[in-house]
């Protein structure tokens, strides 16, 4: 499985857009966002890719933000989640608080 990684993402869409095509180039299985996308439209500028996230420090309004997932078929973790292939637990991410 090859899986792409980002965080902070912090509505910067031009290198959302950008790191989007690296992903899709690359053919990647899944992407895992690990949080601070900020706005709704972040989220939804990786429709076409299996988008599986987490909530950041910097995402307040996460009722949206789950209504971003929704609506381009990814799913949002909350503030963590274990990563499970055929192999086993193959890793963990979680949102470290401040």
Partial sequence: MKIGLISDSHDHLENIKKSVTVFKDSK???VIHLG???NP???RAFKGLKLTGLFGNNDGDKFRLINAFK???GEIKG???FLVT???????ALRPYS
């Fill in 36 to 38: 601070d996308y900020v």
């Fill in 86 to 92: 055929e192999g086993g637990v193959d890793g963990a």
């Fill in 71 to 73: 609506d381009i078929g």
């Fill in 28 to 30: 990647v299985d899944l």
């Fill in 41 to 43: 439209n972040s989220v």
């Fill in 79 to 81: 503030d963590f989640f």
